[in-house]
C-alpha cells in the first residue's frame, strides 16, 4: 500500500492531466490512475472530464449525483464533466483524489486551470515523434505566451524514446519522462500496476499525501 | 460520296411503323458525333425509305462477350455517353429523353462511342405516358409509376456501365460510388446529368495523380489519434523488406508529416521530394505551385487520416480502430471486400472482442514504440495483411 492509513491527509489531492495533441493518451494514463488507486489503493477517486465533449458519457451505466453535481459511474469510478464552481463543491465530497483529463486541442483556456483548479500535481503527456512535433512546439509556443510556469518534471510521453527527449531538452530545456504504454486502463495487468505504482511514488510524489 | 450509306425500309403495315418513322423524324434534326446522321426521308404507298449513315463496329453488349474493359475505357464511355445525353436534353426547346439505354444499343467503332435505336425517345412534355417504355433491368424504377426524367436516363446510363464493369471483372471503390449513386431508388437521391459527368471527368483527373503507380493502400482511421500515421510508416517499411517498391505518402500538403521528420530528426535524407532512411521512402506532397517529378512507379501506402472520401479511391484500404473503449469501435459498412480492419493496439482479449462486437474478422496491431522498426510481433500481422492485398 502506497497510501499509510496513519499518514493519510484529509486534503484532497488533485492530479491535472494534459495532452499536447490527440492521441497522446491522456485519457488512458487518467484512466489507468484512478482504476489503479480504486482497485489496488482502496481510495475514493473523482475522475472530471474538461472537454468539449465527454468522452466516457458512451460507457457510463449509473448515473449518480454528488454534492449536487451529475455524473456517473465506469467500473466504479465516478466520472463528472465539471467546471470550476462543480470542482469546488467536489472537493467537499470526500474524494480522496481528484483526477482531471483536460483536452488541450479544445481551448487554451485550460493553461489556467493549474491556478484555476489548484491541481498538486500536472501532468503534461506529449508525443514526441519527428512527425508530430509541430504540435508539440505549437503547444510549448502557447505555454510561453501565456507565461505558464511549468515545472521541468512535468512532461511526459509515452514510449518516447532517447532522441526524442534529447532533442526536446536541447529545445526547451526541459526533462521528459518515459511512461510505459497501457492496453487496457480498466483492466491492469501486474506488471502494469507496478509501473503505475512506480510512477505514482517516483513522479507524483503521492505517498506523501 | 465515298462512304457508305444504309437505307431502312418500313413497311406501312407494320406495329412498329409509327415508333419508326417517329425516330427517322427526331434524327433527321440531331446532329451530334454519337448519334447516327439520317440524311433523308422518302415513303411511297407500301413503304417509309430511311437514308441513314452505316456504322460499323459492334454493340457494347457483343464487345463485352471477348473482351474485358480497362478502367479508362469505361470512363471515355460514359464521358460520351453523358455528352450525347446532354446534348438530347439541350437540343430542342424541350429536353428530349432518350429512356432506352443498354448495352445493345451502345455501339463501340474504334474511339467512337453511338448510341442508336431512337424508337421510344420522346420530347419530356411533362405527361405521363400510359405504356411503360423501356427494357427491364435498365428501366428507373420510378418509370412504373411517374414519368420519365432526366435522372431515369441517368440510372439507365449507370446500369449499363455497371453490367460492363462488372464484365471487366475489376474492382474500383470509386466507380462503384458512382454507380451505386446514380442507380439509387429515389431519383431525388441520383445526381443528374451533368454532376454524373463532371464525376466521371473528375475521376480522370484523379487517376493523373498516380499515373503509372502499381498500386494504392490507403490507412485511414475510425477516430483521432488512432495511429494512421504509425501504422501507416510501418507498412510502407515492412513492404520494402519484401522486397516491394513501398512509398509513404501523405496527400495533405498542410500536414506535410515528411516534412517534419526530415526537421525533427536528423537521420532522414531527402532526393527528388523522396525523404528516405533505411527501408522507409517517403514521397513528399510540394502542391500545386511545384512542378513534381513524375512520382516513381510501385506501391504507395497513402496516409489518409479520416479522410474516408480519399481512402476509397486506393485499391486497398486499411481501417484502423482506436482500442480505446471510450472511442468509436464501430466498423462502417464498406462497399467493397477490400478493406483490412486493425485494432491499434490490441492485446487479445480486446481484439476479440471488438471483431465479436462488430461481427468481422479483425488484426491486432502489438504495442509498438518504433514505426521504423519490422519487430516480430508486427511483422506476423502485417505479413497477412500482405497476403490478403496480394492474394
Redesign the interface.
Known sequence: MIFGRKVRSKKTYVIMLCGM????GV??LALSLASYLISCEKRRVCFMEYREHA??V??GKEGIVKCGVPGFTVHGIDVFQVSYQDMEDLKKGKYDVIIIDADSTWDPFWLHTQTLFQADQIMILGEY??????EVQTFMKQLMNHDIAIESGDFYGI?V?H?ERQ?FRAEFHRNVKKLP?I??P??LTKQEQKWIGDLLIKYLKISSV | MNCLRIIKCIPKEAVFYEYGEAEAKLLLRLKHPGIPTVYDLKEDQEYLYIVEEYIRGQSLAEYLLDHKISKEQLRMIAIKLCDVLCYLRDCGPVPILYRDMKPEHVILEGDEVRLIDFGIAKGDDGQREEMICGTQGYMAPELAYSKATEKSDVYSLAKTLEYAWEKSGMNSRRITRLIHQATRECPDERPNLDAFCESWKQLSEKQKVYGGISKVIAVVGSDRGVGCTHIAISLAVFLRTEGIETYYHNPYEEEDVLENMKRNAHVFREKDSIIYHNKFYGLRTLGETVEQRKPPEGVYVQDCGLDWERAEDADWIVFVLGSSPWKDQRVPEWNSNHVSILCNPASRGTGLKLARANGCRLYGFPLDDDPFLVTTAKKKVLERIRKEVWK
Not at chain 1, 21 to 24: E, H, I, R, T
Not at chain 1, 129 to 134: F, H, N, Q, S, T
Open positions: 495533441s490527440a492521441g497522446c485519457t488512458n468522452a466516457l458512451s460507457l515523434r519527428p512527425w508530430k512535433y509541430r514510449n524514446n532522441a532533442h504504454a492496453v487496457d480498466f483492466h
